[in-house]
């Protein structure tokens, strides 16, 4: 299957501080998902993009839609102790029923 | 408030059993998945459904299958359980379209 590569796998920050992660694939998404998963419960989605060099925010979330269309990039701004969970970039391609996801990214947040 | 709703949060089940996980979404969703989450993997899809009695193979459909009678409702079955299927397993439905899924809390499951 598509593999999608999620960068860093880990991350153990100071509360307060910006966090940057990204996605990578070897091929081509139409739609790019960011989802968030917490502890004992199932991912939800926190932003969707739908063309290539998007940039869209839902609060302190900022998400880009990279302009190769192999790429994706989330920023979280101040960082809080909420934040704290695995968060998922996903992709998809026109006509395709299902979403193909990346390998996660940890975060840990520090009070 | 819309939902999937997973039958069980945890189960524990013997080598060899034959396991049934149930999913039901109240959205009157078209397409529904299982997908497998393990550690360092991500989630992996396992099969999924775009209407009622159809089916799909995903990338590891291997010692599984499902069964979608009813739109609102997608099993995913074991037919033999073993331990390398000891693994967290989601369900998700959406609507088609580019939306995103919804997920449910997901079902941990393991075998002894």
């Known amino acids: 299957g598509q593999q999608l590569n999620q960068s860093p796998q880990s991350m153990f920050i100071q509360e307060g501080e910006d966090v940057s992660m990204n996605c990578t694939s070897s091929?081509?998404?139409?739609?790019w998902l960011w989802y968030k998963q917490e502890p004992g419960e199932g991912p939800v989605l926190l932003i969707a993009l739908y063309k290539a060099g998007e940039l869209t925010s839902n609060g302190r979330l900022t998400a880009q839609f990279g302009i190769t269309r192999k790429d994706s990039f989330l920023n979280i701004s101040a960082s809080i102790p909420s934040d704290v969970g695995i968060y998922f970039c996903?992709?998809?391609?026109?006509?395709?029923?299902?979403?193909?996801f990346g390998t996660g990214t940890r975060l840990t947040v520090i009070p | 408030d819309v939902k999937v709703t997973q039958s069980s949060r945890y189960l524990v089940k013997r080598t060899g059993e034959k396991v049934f996980l149930e999913c039901v979404q109240d959205?009157?969703?078209?397409?529904m998945f299982w997908y497998r989450q393990d550690p360092g993997l991500g989630l992996r899809l396992i099969y999924f459904s775009y209407d009622v009695k159809m089916k799909e193979k995903g990338d590891i459909p291997e010692g599984y299958s499902v069964s979608r009678e009813k739109k609102e409702r997608f099993s995913l079955i074991l037919e033999s359980a073993s331990t390398n299927q000891t693994s967290m397993y989601l369900c998700?439905?959406?609507?088609?379209?580019?939306?995103?899924?919804?997920f449910g809390s997901g079902t941990r499951l393991t075998v002894v």
């Open positions: 998700a439905s959406d609507r088609g379209g580019y939306g995103g899924y919804t």
């Open positions: 996903a992709g998809q391609r026109t006509g395709a029923n299902n979403l193909f």
């Open positions: 959205m009157d969703h078209e397409n």
């Open positions: 091929s081509i998404f139409n739609t």
